[in-house]
């Protein structure tokens, strides 16, 4: 999940905005509507397992960045992405190392991200209820490492993520694993 928002002159400096992992799930998703509701703009775009497969983790980030950054309506006079990266565009902007924790901007994107990706993994879990996505939300904790040991990996989990752990796994099938 890649977001971009615009907060606009008129946001509201007292909303707390900061690295979404730093949040509680809880204050996030308050957060998240508060965002929704009074940002100027904002777009989320979706970067699929095989999208990352076929392009490389960077590669999909740049263009879920990209996308966001020309279909984000009005369009940004200057844009701030978090990393060291700044995708190929006629817009204005930088890479900002850590920008979730030095922008507002940002941050406001990585909560509308995060939200809204542990919201799709909820869904999921009803689909594939063997992986617990729910409880996860795709990160390898022991959890989800166990559920793919014992199910193999789910039509949701991407190939191109290594997890050293999983060396019982097919070789032909997980050599490069999981995550989503």
Known sequence: MVAAVILGKDWNAEH???????LSSTKREQLFDVICSEALAFKIVSISAEEIDRLNILQATLHGMLRCLTEIEPAPDYALVDGNRFPQTTIRGEAVVKGDARSKSIAAASILAKVT????MVE?????PEWGFEGHKGYPTKRHRAAIEKYGLSPLHRRSFRLKSLSKLDRSSTAQSNLL
């Not at 990706?117 to 799709?120: I, T």
């Not at 999921?124 to 594939?128: I, L, M, T």
């Open 117 to 120: 990706r542990d919201r799709v």
């Open 16 to 22: 707390p905005l900061n690295d979404s992992k730093k």
């Open 124 to 128: 999921n879990a009803k689909r594939y």
